[in-house]
C-alpha cells in the first residue's frame, strides 16, 4: 500500500513523498486543517445514515446493536446519587468516540468522522494533533485510542481507525480497502503536539459486500487496551513467575515470560459466518435466501474463509505484543502452529472468539482480567468476563446457552418491537437465518468451533436424527479413526443397532446440518444392501493419500483430511436401501482431547437488547468508598433514559455481577422489548449521557465519560459537603 508520513500541527501539513508501510496523509487540498464547518457538526451518531436518504427502519436493521443517536436529547446528563454531580470538560466535538488521558487535565480524544485526534487541556481544544483520512459510513471511523502503559519511557500512542481509499474523509460504504480496519502506533512529541506514524501493527476486515444484500459497514468493534505485562491475569499455566523485575522487558528467554506490554483489540463480527462465528464449515448458502439444507465445503463469502484467514479474523478479541507480534503463552498459540498457514498464525493471536459485536471492553484495574459488553441483534445483550480461550458462543447463541430456545424463537419471531416498530426476524445475513439455529442447549453447544491442540484419535456417534432431513430409525452406528505415525489413517465402523441393508458408508465433507461431498469410502457399494446387527463390524481398514477423492478447495490427502476433523467439518454417513440418502450419521469429533476453547456463559445479559456500549471500572473512592471497584456501562442508543449509565458491583473474586435485585439472580433482566429498562431498574446509575462510548477514571480519581451523540466529554464527580468532602 502506497502511504505517507507527514507532521501535523493546528497551523500547517507538510506532505512528502509516499513511502511503504506508513499510513495514508488526508488530500491537504479537500481537507484543510480543522476541517470543513459543515463537518464539525455533530452527526447522527456512530452508524450514519445510509446513502441516498435510506428510512430509519433501514438505518436501525442496518445498525441494530450498534451506536447511533436515535433521538433529540433534551436533559442534561445527571446521575441519581444526589451526592454526585457532572460538569461538561469540553464540547462541541464531532462525534467525539475515545479518550486516553496524557495527565491530569490533558487528554487526547478521538472523532469517529473527522480522522482527527484532539488535545484538550483544561477543558479546552489545545490542538488538533492527528488528521487521519477516515471512512466513517456506518460504524466506521477513527474509533479507539490507547496510550502504552509505560508511556513516559514509550510515548506510543494506538488508534484503530477504518481507512478510506480516497485518501480524504469518506462516508460513502464501499471507499475503503478489504483490510481497512488499522490499528497503528504513533509517537506522540509534546513540545511539537503530533502524533508521527510508527509502524502497521495489524489490518483487518471492514469491507461487507454479501450477496443479496446492500453494502454495510455495521459490526465493526474498534476498541483497543493495552496492560502491562505483569498486570494481567490471563498466564494459562502457574509455569511463569510473576514477581519479576518491572523493567525487564523483552522477548521470552529461557522460560521466563515476555515482558512487553499486550493490546487487547475488540473487532466485531463484520458479517462473517466463519469459524470464529462458530460456523466451523461456513455458513453454507450460495444463493440467498438460503436452501432448507445448506451445502458443506463452501467458503463463507467471495473473499475465502470459513478459516480465519485475512480477511476473516472477525468477531474476536484479539491479544498482541506491544509492536504487534504474537505473545507464545496466548491460549491458542500451538493449536495455530499446528493449523499452519494464514490461517494458523491468526488463530494464534486470537484470545477470544465467538463475538458479535460492541464497543465496551476493559481490563479490571483490581483484578487485571478482561471484561466486555456485547450488543445482541434484537435479543441478548451480554456483559461477559473474557478469560483466555473463551468461545463466547455467537452466532449458535446469545445469552445464557439454557435460553437458546428463546433467543431463537425472539430472532425468528414476525412480532414488531413496540418501540421501533421492526420485525424481530432475521440475524442481518442472509446466508444463516435464525431457522438454523439450535432448539436445545445441548444442540447449540454441539454446533460450537471448538479449538484443539492437535488431536490423533477421533469418533462419530451415527444416529438417524443427525441425518439432513433427519431418519426416524432404531439403527445407529460408530466410526472410530486414528491416526497413524507413517500418516495413514485406520479407522472401524461397528453396528451399535439394527442395520437392514446397508449399501455404501463414507467420509463426507461438511459441518453439522450441512450436507457435503464424498470424499472416502468406509464400506460398499453394495447393490441388494447388508444387514448388520448391534456389535457387528460393519468396516474397517487403513486408509492413504490414493484413498482421498479431490474436491473443490480439498486437496485429496490424509493430512488435509485430518485437519477437517480437527475442525468439526467431517461427518461419517451410512447409506441403506431404505434411506439411499442416508439413514444414519453423525459428526466427526477428536477424542483423545480436550478443546483448549471453552464456551462462556455471559455473567449479565438482558432478554431483549438494550446495546451496551463504553465499559470502565470506578479505580478511585474519589466517588465514594461504595463506588470503588465497580464497573459503569454507557448505552450504544439514547431511547433509554436519553443514554443510560449502568452501575454493576462485583462479586468479592470480581468474576461476576453482585447482583442486588433478587430478579436478577440467574443473570437474566427479563425485560419485555428492545431498551426496556425492566428487572435494571437498581441497576440505573445516570441519564442524559447520550452515546456513551468511553468511560474512564481520571487521574483525578473522578469518573470521565464520552459522549459521541453530545460531541462532549462529562466528568462525574464528589459534590462538596463540608469538611471531609472535596470535588
Known sequence: MNTKRWTETTTHRAATRPTQGQPPGKNPSRHATGGDPAKLRPGPGICQALPGGALL??????????????????????????????????????????????????????????G????????????TVLDLPVNSASERGLLGIALHPQFKRHPWVYLYWTESTTGADSTVLSETPLLGNRVDRFVWDARAQTLTFDRNIITLRSFQADAGQPLRGNHNGGIIRLVRAQDERTRLSDRHDEEEDDEDEGEEDQGRPDKRAKIYIFIGDNGRRGQMQNQPDGPGCTNPPCAAIPSGNLPDDQFGGPEPDNAHLTGVILRLNDDGTTPADNPFYVAGALRGGEAGANLQKVFAYGIRNGFGMAIDP????????????????????????????????????????????????????PLLGNVYAGLQQLRWPPA??????????????MVYEGGDAFGAQMTGSQENPPVTTSGSAVALFTLNPDGTLSYELRATGPIENATQSHIHLGGRGQNGPVVTF???????????????????????????????????????????????????????????????????????????????????????????????FISSSKLGRQYRGDMIVGAARTFLAEGNLFRFKLTADRRGIAAED????????????????????????????GVGTDIHTGPNGNLFVVSLSNGAV?????????RGHDD
Open 57 to 114: 427502519g433501514a438505518l436501525l436493521a442496518c445498525c441494530s446493536g450498534g451506536f447511533i443517536a436515535s433521538q433529540a436529547q433534551t436533559n442534561p446528563p445527571a446521575v441519581l446519587d444526589t451526592n454526585l454531580a457532572v460538569r461538561t470538560v469540553v464540547s462541541g466535538l464531532s462525534q467525539p468516540a475515545a479518550m486516553a488521558f496524557l495527565g491530569r487535565s490533558d487528554f487526547l480524544v478521538t472523532e469517529k468522522s473527522s
Open 116 to 127: 482527527q485526534v484532539k488535545r484538550v487541556v483544561n477543558g479546552v481544544v489545545a490542538a
Open 366 to 417: 483490581f483484578s487485571g482480567r478482561l471484561w466486555d459488553a456485547q450488543n445482541g441483534d434484537d435479543s441478548f445483550s451480554e456483559l461477559n468476563l473474557v478469560d483466555p480461550g473463551s468461545n463466547l458462543g455467537w452466532v449458535q447463541v446469545m445469552g445464557p446457552i439454557a435460553r437458546v430456545g428463546e433467543f431463537k424463537a425472539i430472532e425468528t419471531s414476525t412480532n414488531r418491537d
Open 436 to 449: 438454523n439455529l439450535a432448539d436445545t442447549p445441548e444442540g447449540a453447544l454441539s454446533r460450537l468451533f
Open 522 to 616: 468406509l464400506f460398499g457399494l453394495v447393490a441388494g444392501g447388508q444387514s448388520f446387527q448391534a456389535g457387528d463390524l460393519i468396516g474397517s481398514g487403513t486408509l492413504s493419500d490414493s484413498n482421498v477423492i479431490a474436491r473443490p478447495g480439498f486437496t485429496p490427502t490424509i493430512a488435509n483430511l485430518v485437519a477437517r476433523m480437527r475442525q468439526g467439518r467431517t461427518y461419517a454417513n451410512l447409506h441403506t436401501t431404505a434411506f439411499p440418502g442416508g439413514e444414519v450419521r453423525g459428526q466427526i469429533i477428536v477424542t483423545d482431547r480436550a478443546p483448549v476453547s471453552h464456551y462462556n456463559d455471559p455473567e449479565l445479559s438482558w432478554r431483549y437488547e438494550v446495546a451496551p456500549v463504553g465499559l470502565g
Open 662 to 689: 433478587p430478579r436478577l439472580e440467574d443473570g437474566v433482566a427479563d425485560n419485555l422489548f428492545k431498551f426496556d429498562i425492566t428487572e435494571s431498574e437498581t441497576l440505573l446509575f445516570g441519564v442524559g449521557f
Open 714 to 722: 462529562y466528568e462525574i464527580y464528589r459534590v462538596a459537603r463540608g
